[in-house]
């Protein structure tokens, strides 16, 4: 039988594990495909068994890489058939390890954001040769690692989730006039851009930009612009980020242009709250938002097609509400939780039948 490590770099806390029905967060993936699959988890709570695990979650923080983690998983490894890391924070070093060492298990990692010192760090040390599959959420990632040399059959394309259940229309909320939101860590946002851009207009913007709690990212918090429309939230739960949602018009993205696919959870929670979604055409989001279709899609920092684009959606509900219920159409058909997590189960045990939970049938199509 098939023993899975699945190494997730993100963490739950006590009353998020005790929310037992999904009221107040949504579903994991890696919790449920533990449930598919009953693999083993490794996650950001190994970080708190000891000393060394808090020394380096602040060391991390810095180096954007999960070295302990991927040290654990590593050490672990000798237990399992298939080691998975969830994103490339973990997956990068336990490469490394696999190329290095005597580490003789197949190994699938996922790319989630890319840097050019993560490039550097591959392509100098061969760490493509390490792993056995690949996943990204892109298809310009995926055409972006083949040309730095990865084989095109390692590359797996499978196109990011949420919990469309949680993430779903609150009909006792209705959409606030000239309410408008933004999510998202700034280190991938042209924030400065969309405050441009509303200058002036007639709409509270409200702005989350903290991130997950377990991010740990080195400068999470967006400083509040001398705008009086402009409204920043910080460290909002889920369960009021999806108030919010329902509470918008609809939902304006400035993503800076980058290969990996930035912006798709702020894209997929909006479409599945039917809100739509304008954005800036990142290379990385055009997989999950179809201009005049799902939202609305301007060049990247085109201040002024940006606010055309939100003079636009204000001036025209309808619309919007047509974009925002064609997307959540398309997350519940195509990019939904269960198919999601369906794919990810199908390319560890190389072929479906495999599955011996007795929860499958609640993934299939």
Not at 276 to 293: C, K, L, N, P, Q
Request: aromatic share 10%; proline share 4%.
């Amino acid at each position: 039988m098939t023993r899975i490590l699945s190494v997730a770099t993100a963490g739950l806390r006590a009353d998020q594990l005790a929310d037992k029905d999904h009221l107040r967060f949504p579903r994991v993936d890696y919790i449920e495909l533990q449930r598919l699959l009953n693999t083993s988890i490794m996650d950001y709570s190994a970080y708190d068994q000891n000393y060394a695990g808090h020394f380096f979650r602040r060391l991390e923080t810095h180096l954007r890489s999960d070295f302990y983690l991927a040290t654990l998983s590593w050490w672990n490894s000798r237990d399992y058939s298939t080691v998975f890391t969830w994103s490339e924070r973990a997956g990068i070093p336990l490469a490394g390890y696999k190329r290095f060492t005597r580490l003789n298990k197949r190994f699938v990692t996922m790319f989630q954001c890319w840097s050019k010192r993560q490039e550097i760090a591959i392509t100098k040390l061969g760490l493509f040769s390490a792993m056995d599959d690949i996943i990204v959420h892109c298809a310009s990632m995926k055409d972006n690692l083949i040309r730095l040399g990865a084989p095109a059959e390692k590359i797996n394309l499978i196109h990011y989730s949420i919990d469309q259940s949680f993430y779903s229309p609150l009909h006792g909320i209705k959409p606030q006039n000239n309410l408008i939101m933004s999510l998202g860590e700034p280190r991938s946002r042209d924030y400065a851009a969309l405050f441009q851009a509303v200058e002036g207009l007639p709409v509270n913007l409200k702005v989350a930009a903290s991130g997950h709690w377990y991010a740990r990212e080195k400068t999470n918090h967006l400083k509040s612009p001398a705008v009086e429309n402009i409204t920043i939230i910080k460290n909002l739960p889920q369960w009021e980020l999806k108030k919010l949602y329902a509470s918008a018009q609809f939902v304006v993205l400035p993503i800076q242009d980058l290969v990996y696919s930035a912006g798709a959870t702020v894209a997929l929670e909006a479409g599945s709250m039917a809100r739509a979604v304008i954005a800036f055409r990142s290379r990385g989001i055009v997989d999950y938002i179809i201009d005049g279709e799902t939202g609305i899609l301007v060049d990247p920092g085109d201040v002024i097609a940006l606010r055309e684009a939100i003079q636009f959606l204000l001036a025209n509900p309808k619309e919007a509400m047509r974009l925002g219920q064609n997307a959540r159409q398309r997350v519940v058909e195509e990019l939904n939780l269960e198919s999601y997590v369906r794919n990810i189960a199908k390319l560890l045990m190389n072929n479906f039948s495999q599955l011996h939970n007795t929860d499958a049938h609640k993934y299939s199509p």
